[in-house]
């Protein structure tokens, strides 16, 4: 036996005597698909009516569908530097997409911070980021050099789908804004042609790489970042020609861009299967933010969209299976944030988390097992500084100061009884009001202001 195959074992083991009732013969992997702007509505499991999404549902009767989960943003870079650390993105000052400047080295995650790769890396996992990284452009922020062995996609935070668009070799090479939507394909440091449609490629590149840690023997994490169903909207005839009923154009594109993300899903579900792992594989599938407006996505019956934090910016689809642990076909009752992964994954394995970069996740699996029976959050909490947006969950009440509307008062609903956030409450519940707000300003206190260029107002590309 080699020292890898002991270090493997000597893992394994301290799995087994620290899960107390729960046998895992080793630490399970981790895949985490991620779809970009997709609306909350917009699955089937969510109720959507258009859109057939089988296998993705299938992931939520295989386990739990979280019809309150969140996202720690509503927009697409700050939710998913949230994700990645298992931290609301603010501490760290990660308050707005960052400039995609190559040569700009302060943007994207601070080296200070450690990601689920960095971290799991200290228990032997191996990690891939497939899709979309949008978590810095310069080198020093490379996936490879961010705790990540594999990296298929894309450094910025969209894309074109089709395979003849993509005809710019470098970042070093863009001109206008948006180009970077252009270049072409990344693997690790390279830069590939493809032959298929962005998603599909996708997919058989996360694919290979569930079969490589199999054959290897290794316990890996899998960040399958799709971006679809993101704008711009493209869809091969494939897909397309699944929805002939769907008379609206875009409505109609965005259809085939979910169901090919659908297929995706379906076969790493298969994947696993086939090499036998699916009993030692955690799945989350979720959006990192609500719908938007410009793809044609559908948040009902939740109000607002991407970039707000009424329900529809932050609430997004959200399933989680681990066959075998987790019960099958629950529907969780209580609030859950995308931060919880960090702290699922970190508790499976019993890494050490540093004490001054302390998670804002919990473990979900008690909860999900019936070992703990009350919520696992007290209170949840946004911000969008640019914006001065605020917005706090404590059990079944949310107050909410909506981003786009400056100096928007704040106003009080419950969200349990009033999910669409029609009937603010504020006035007949001023001392709740105060309360959260209270609460908010002192979790506000604790966070940094944004430290990079935002992408909003950046314009390096005009020196190129
Ligand atoms: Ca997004």
Redesign the pocket.
Known sequence: MNIKKIHKLALSILTFSVCFGTIHAKTPNLIVILT??QGYKDVGFNGCEDIPTPNIDTLANNGVIFREGYVSFP??GP??AGLLTGRYQDRFGYTTNPTIDPKNEIAGLPKEEENMAEVLTKVGYKSAIIGKWHMGSHISNHPLNRGFDYFYGFLS?GHNYMPEMLTIQDLSQVTRKWQWYSTKIMENHQRIEIDDYLTDELTDAANRYIDLQVQEDNPFFLYLAYNAP?APLQATEKYLSRFPNIEDKNRRTYAAMVSSVDDGVGRVLDTLRRNGIEENTIVVFL???GG?TKNSSNNDPLKGF?SDLFEGGIRVPFAMQWKGTIPSALEFPHPVISLDIMSTITAQTNVQISKDRPLDGVNLIPYLTGQKSEAPHKTLFWRKRENDGMAIRSGDVKLVANTKYKNTENQLFNIKEDISEKKNLKSSQPEKSKQLLQEWENWNAQLKERYFPTLGKDDWWKKN
């Open positions: 970009d702007d927009v697409c939710s998913r935070g993101h959006s990192d933010n938007t991407k």
